[in-house]
């Protein structure tokens, strides 16, 4: 179905190479993972797949790539649109109309499908994706995990034999996620649907996938199974990280697998760990019967807590539940509250300037909307002057957390996880006494991961600091938070350690949580600590 023959492909300007002499043959109901580092060009090869590169972004390609027997070289990405649906990393980037509804239609309309058969389709999509509840609401109004399924489904609907899809479930909670991944990979077994897909969060799609694609980000590649590319790969889920730290000689690729091979060693009689509550120092952000209401529905309802100095308090729920509406009223960004919000001791809607940078960093789902430099080096530049910092401070905080970024390179040429590593270095480099981060790890790799959860550790152990984030990464609550909320329809449903939170919840319980059940371990690093006690 899709053949890439000898193909290489360079940027201009750029110091490396995207891919280097690429062979790859993708049959017709497949469905291929494509993983590698931040920045490595995945989006790049899914971009190839329909010609979006090089007719719109440019480059330099050799070789051929060719679907369903035609060749991208001599047609342009609108005659593939029939064969070819694709999904990007930013949903609200591709949406063209104002309506669920309207955009669901919209593809169909081009292809002069008749009106009889558009319904049809549209019924069984919002069906297919539980958007039924959605149909009528304006897509601006919809959370990103909303949006991102409203955006699989204008895909779907227009019946294309490829799909290709770049981080599908970036911005989806668990539940969804699943069954996201559930419906594609019954449409590869039942409609032979050739899927590929790009992702950063293996451990929820690599159970699906038949074959993984490896770019190691130096224009190499590497093709195998799940467990080839799993032996040896240092990009891994959880339990593959698990089954090397235990020793094992096989490496499972889901929990039903793992839990099968670690059957010995759950067994055995463990010194549970004793997990000290934290002593509850100044409050540092104090919210008292706070209601968040739109125009069609209520965000928030009769919302109180209150967040410590030196806390980090991981905000979770459904896509919609209102995390982000909650963290736009901490940032003080949001209008339409009412009730009591207090961010260290003053209203952050009357914060203004320089007393605002100090007392709030606030990074939105979409980092860009804090960036306006032509280059990456002038917005850090920026930064470092805005903020009355020693020059080169917000360059290094980048390079830690996202390293290899040429300073030249635009903004909006970044890859999503770049342009968040570097929205969050101008922000951190402000020093401002609460973070507020809105799904902080979309497009982040494990390691860049690891480097946010040492940056953010680091930062909510220093004096008067505290860290805010909503998210769905079940793995990275289990690294970093100290405390979770679980927010249901605005409502707070569950206020507790991370510990007692996460096992709770069977759904948004973490890989290792699940594979050495009853064990209350969360992370690789608990199950080793409990065996060395032993």
Not at 156 to 174: G, I, N
Not at 292 to 308: M, P, R
Not at 367 to 388: F, H, K, R, T, W
Not at 448 to 472: G, W
Request: proline fraction near 5%.
């Amino acid at each position: 179905m899709i053949k890439f023959s000898n193909v290489s492909l360079v940027y201009p300007n750029s110091t490396k190479t995207v891919l280097e002499d690429l062979n790859l043959e993708i049959s017709e109901g497949e469905m291929v993972l494509v993983i590698g580092p931040t920045g490595s060009g995945k989006s790049s090869l899914l971009r190839l797949i329909n010609g979006l590169v090089p007719h719109h972004t440019g480059g330099i390609l050799a070789g051929d790539v060719s679907v369903d027997g035609i060749s991208t070289q001599l047609v342009k990405p609108g005659g593939m649109s029939h064969l070819i649906g694709i999904v990007g990393q930013n949903p609200l980037n591709g949406f063209v109309t104002d309506t669920v509804e309207e955009e669901l239609a919209f593809g169909m309309e081009n292809l002069n499908l008749s009106n009889d058969v558009m319904r049809k389709r549209v019924e069984e999509v919002l069906d297919l994706l539980s958007l039924a509840p959605l149909r009528a609401r304006t897509i601006a109004t919809l959370s990103g995990g909303e949006q991102q399924r409203v955006a699989i489904g204008a895909a779907l609907v227009t019946h294309p034999k490829v799909l290709v899809l770049d981080e599908p479930t970036s911005a989806l909670d668990p539940i969804a996620a699943e069954e996201v991944l559930s419906i594609l990979q019954r449409l590869v077994h039942d409609l032979s649907l050739t899927v590929v897909i790009a992702e950063h969060k293996l451990e929820r799609v690599i159970q699906f996938a038949d074959r993984i694609v490896y770019i190691n980000g130096h224009g190499e590649t590497k093709v195998g199974t799940p467990e080839q590319i799993m032996l040896d790969s240092p990009i891994a889920p959880p339990i593959v990280h698990l089954a090397r730290a235990l020793g094992l000689k096989d490496i499972g690729t889901t929990v039903r697998e793992m839990r099968r091979l670690t059957h010995e060693v759950r067994g055995k009689n463990y010194h549970e760990a004793t997990h000290e509550v934290s002593p509850q120092t100044s409050i540092s952000i104090k919210i008292d019967n706070l209601k968040v209401n739109y125009a069609d529905h209520v965000a928030v309802n009769a919302f109180s807590t209150e967040i410590y100095n030196n806390e980090i308090v991981a905000l979770m729920g459904r896509n919609g539940a209102g995390k982000s509406s909650l963290l736009k009223a901490i940032a003080g960004i949001s209008k339409e509250v009412s009730g009591g919000v207090g961010v260290v001791g003053s209203n952050p809607q009357n914060l203004k300037g320089k007393e605002r940078l100090e007392c709030i960093g606030y990074i939105p789902q979409e980092p860009s909307d804090l960036l306006y430099g032509q280059s990456v080096a002038i917005e850090c530049e920026q930064a470092d002057v805005d903020n009355e910092i020693n020059p080169g401070t917000t360059a290094k905080l980048l390079s830690q957390l996202v390293p290899g970024i040429s300073g030249d390179t635009h903004p909006r040429e970044l890859s999503e996880g770049q342009r968040l590593g570097l929205a969050l270095s101008v922000v951190l480099s402000s020093n401002p006494k609460v973070l507020i981060l809105d799904e902080p790890t979309r497009g982040l790799d494990y390691q860049a991961k690891r480097e946010l959860v040492s940056i953010l550790v680091s930062f909510a152990k220093s004096s008067n600091k505290c860290v805010v984030l909503a998210t769905h990464d079940v793995e990275l609550v289990a690294d970093l938070a100290t405390r979770v909320i679980f927010i249901a329809d605005g409502e707070k449903v569950a206020d507790g350690s991370t510990l007692d939170v996460l096992l709770s919840s069977p759904a948004f319980a973490p890989q290792v949580a699940k594979v050495m059940s009853p064990h209350p371990w969360l992370r690789v690093s608990d199950v080793t600590a409990a065996i060395e006690k032993l």
